[in-house]
């Protein structure tokens, strides 16, 4: 039970990680760390928990290129954004809760 709660709490970490990071860089603006971190981080955390819709939102960042314009790419990283942040939520509701997902 105890190594349950661990590996949970590890995973919401690292999750809490990505997401701050996708913050920092969306705020700056840093498109290629937007990028690297929208495909490889956040696709990498999804299948490590099987989290499909995840996955495949974060590999569309980059099938989806070429990009027509700096906007469409930003749209396309705040859509990432936003499922990682829903994401999180589960996570928390999960914690709080101790159901399973």
Known sequence: ???CNMADAEGRLELEYVLAALWHAR???DLARLARLGHCEVQRWARARGD???SACARALLTDC???SREEFICAIDRVIAQVEHAH????AHDR???SL
Do not use: A, E, S, W
Request: glycine share 10%; aromatic share 6%; hydrophobic share 35%.
């Open 66 to 68: 070429p990009y027509r």
């Open 1 to 3: 039970m105890l190594h």
């Open 89 to 92: 939520v589960q996570l928390i």
């Open 27 to 29: 705020r700056d603006g």
């Open 52 to 54: 499909q819709t995840l």
């Open 97 to 99: 809760t101790g159901l």
